[in-house]
């Protein structure tokens, strides 16, 4: 069978040919639906809300990935040069690109794991064909036209501050959820935000006391399957519960299958969704590009590089101060999904409290912004997974980071202060 997937992570691990090896994550819909749907924005709302997408996980040997149409010849994107030659091994120049593929076909095939968003019951497959999509082909305009945020209406970033519960917040925790990010942010007893939702393929990420409920909101770093998984497994389990409130970034290029998925359900509830919209460009060819920013009485969101294809560096960052229980002070909590510190706001010349960038990718890590005396930078990770690269180690030490691992703590909050 035919799909059509979008690449939600591509990471390449070791440092030699050949033993170097790819992980693949590919969301994907079979092929045929996309002909079936007209391409209005009332209709692509209705696809997203029945849309049960796969995903596909492989671990590639990097001379399969060359050998595969992946390389996308003569492949371009808006604002790039041709491409051709040996796939490109950076993440950047491949998340977000569509491949299409066969499951279960017969020819050169790797081995690979599929899951369904839903029901994560794993069948390992062969994988076969991958060939990459140019969005201007044919197929690439029935992707474009299914897969775009523009048939969601967007708003300011003061529109989305202004939703959020409002009220000092009192505590913040870094939830054990494995690979990926969820941040509770306590205001009162009656509300949280929740900076991403984590993932979990085992099932709900969540432990039963602290986990998302009607009353809270969700803040979106960005669309990436690691961050959303968990609002999924929350809308399978415990409906009911899920959050009604939800500041999500929209953004330039395609949404993934399952980013989709999520987004019909909350539209097709009724819930609250404000897409953050995207800023003008810069005045100039070259220059920086200007972070928008939603400022509120305790919480202040921005989108560091709202013009980015790059899905981890369009998205929103949060920034705000807990009351410390010793009475030394408010504390400055950074929390930056995986966007690259370079474009960050400088809310503050130092924090108390960070969320590491991206997992503790190696990937972007730049100058990470400094710690104040004590402050406790906290990885996000999971036991297995392969992020947490000494480089981010050492960069962030030379910040003057104390360091916390959420996997080494039991499952559960790990309140901060
Ligand atoms: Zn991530
Ligand atoms: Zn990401």
């Known amino acids: 069978m035919t799909y059509v997937g979008y690449l939600d992570l591509f990471e390449p691990h070791g440092r030699s040919a050949p033993e170097q090896t790819i992980s693949l994550r590919l969301i994907a819909v079979p092929a045929t639906d996309l002909t079936t749907i007209p391409k209005s924005s009332a209709a692509v709302l209705e696809y997203w809300g029945t849309l049960q997408p796969i995903i596909v996980d492989a671990e590639v040997r990097q001379d399969w990935w060359d050998g595969t149409g992946a390389r996308g010849q003569g492949e371009r994107a808006p604002g790039e040069g041709p491409r051709g030659g040996r796939a490109p091994l950076d993440p950047r120049q491949n998340e977000g690109r569509w491949f299409s593929f066969e499951l279960g076909g017969g020819g050169p095939s790797t081995p690979a794991a599929m899951h369904t968003t839903l029901n994560f019951t794993t069948q390992n497959v062969p994988l076969c064909n991958l060939t990459a999509i140019d969005l201007q082909s044919s197929v690439g305009t029935m992707i474009r036209g299914r897969f775009r945020m523009d048939a969601v209406a967007t708003v300011s970033g003061a529109a989305c501050v202004d939703a959020l519960p409002s ?4 505590s913040v925790c870094v939830l054990s959820v494995g690979q990926g990010l969820a941040v509770r942010v306590v205001i009162d007893d009656e509300a949280a935000i929740w900076y991403d939702l984590g993932w979990n393929l085992e099932g709900m990420p969540f432990d039963p006391a602290v986990r998302p409920r009607a009353g809270d909101a969700v803040v979106l770093s960005h669309w990436d ?3 959303i998984g968990g609002g999924l497994e929350q809308w399978r389990e415990r409906r009911d519960e899920m959050p009604r409130v939800w500041i999500v970034p929209s953004v330039r290029r395609t949404i993934s ?3 989709a ?3 019909g359900k909350l539209l097709s509830a009724g819930f609250t969704v404000k897409a953050w919209g995207r800023s003008p460009p810069a005045p100039l060819p070259n220059a920086p590009p200007t972070p928008v920013v939603g400022i509120g009485p305790h919480i202040t969101i921005a989108r560091p590089e709202p013009w980015s294809i790059v899905a981890n560096d369009s998205g929103i960052v949060m920034t705000f101060h807990v009351p410390c229980s010793d009475g030394s002070g408010p504390a400055a909590v950074l929390l930056v999904g995986d966007a690259r ?5 400088r809310f503050s010349p130092a924090y ?3 969320a590491v960038k991206h997992h503790g990718s190696k990937h972007g890590i730049g100058q990470p912004p400094r710690a104040r005396p004590g ?5 996000s990770h999971g036991g297995q997974h392969k992020h947490v690269h000494p ?5 962030h030490r030379g910040a003057d980071w104390l360091q916390q691992h959420e996997h080494e703590t039991p499952k559960g909050p790990k309140a901060y202060p």
């Open 167 to 170: 009220g000092p917040v009192v």
């Open 225 to 227: 399957y690691d961050h």
């Open 257 to 259: 299958p399952v980013a």
């Open 341 to 345: 510190y370079l474009h960050i706001p």
């Open 391 to 395: 480089e981010s180690f050492a960069a």
């Open 352 to 354: 108390d409290f960070l």
């Open 261 to 263: 998925e999520l987004l």
């Open 375 to 379: 402050g406790v930078a906290v990885y």
